[in-house]
């Protein structure tokens, strides 16, 4: 069964450092999403991404992130300098038809650790 | 903006026992509902979603969940629950989220702790 997967499982930072998580949507899925739950709180949406541009995104996604999908297959956030706030489990998602019409399929997550 | 409600954090079932997992939405129009689970160390598996027509709807593992406009309701319900039914339970409504039109609103989630 086709799935989404990310890379790397959990990642440990220190504060200021830049940080790429990776995901590799199933590869028919024309919307990806990352979102992110930190400890003990809601899962939370940060951006939504269609036809090689942000759709959507929230207010938690400020300059500090972006995205990319740079070869086809891979999506891949990045967070640019990091803070300790930013330690959280980051999902990413895709679809085939957006989050109103159809369902998202969630990786595993990556575990983000900022020191 | 639209926001989704689950009241219990913890919930502790006896195997065998029925279950109901209550949520409760805010949107301001007819929502896009979904429950998905989380179980340890695996991303969100949907487990059901509403979108419009019969307000009782089956998802997988013999979950149903139903619709209640007057209520702003999306209850989670199972008859008979299982050990491996141990997991945290989130539901969420599709549709804006800050001026978005795809993400969706995820609420609390609630920890299911099953009791032998």
């Known amino acids: 069964e086709p799935e989404v997967t990310q890379t790397p499982s959990h990642q440990v930072t220190q504060m200021g450092q830049e940080v790429i998580l990776r995901c590799v949507p199933i590869?028919?899925?024309?919307?990806f999403y990352w979102y992110r739950q930190i400890l003990g709180q809601k899962v939370e949406f940060l951006v939504s991404?269609?036809?090689?541009?942000?759709?959507?995104k929230s207010e938690i996604f400020d300059d500090q992130f972006s995205v990319e999908r740079p070869d086809g297959s891979n999506f891949t956030l990045k967070i640019r300098s990091t803070k300790l706030e930013d330690s959280a489990m980051y999902f990413c998602?895709?679809?085939?038809?957006?989050?109103?019409?159809?369902?998202?399929?969630f990786g595993e997550g990556s575990r983000l650790t900022v020191l | 903006a639209q926001s989704v409600t689950q009241p219990d954090i913890h919930i502790t079932v006896s195997e065998g026992a029925s279950l109901e997992l209550r949520c409760n939405y805010s949107?301001?129009?007819?929502?896009?509902l979904f429950w998905y689970v989380q179980s340890p160390g695996q991303g969100l598996q949907l487990l059901l979603k509403?979108?419009?027509?019969?307000?009782l709807v089956q998802g997988i593992k013999g979950f149903e969940a139903e619709f209640k406009r007057s209520q702003s309701s999306f209850n989670l319900r199972k008859p008979s629950v299982h050990w491996s039914d141990a997991a945290e339970y989130f539901c969420?409504?599709?549709?804006?989220?800050?001026?978005?039109?795809?993400?969706?609103?995820f609420g609390k989630g609630t920890h299911l702790i099953i009791q032998p």
């Open positions: 998602a895709s679809s085939t038809l957006g989050g109103r019409n159809g369902e998202l399929f």
């Open positions: 590869s028919n899925h024309l919307y």
């Open positions: 991404f269609y036809n090689n541009e942000i759709s959507e």
């Open positions: 949107y301001g129009a007819t929502p896009y």
């Open positions: 509403y979108f419009s027509g019969d307000t």
């Open positions: 969420a409504v599709g549709g804006r989220t800050g001026g978005g039109a795809d993400g969706l609103t």
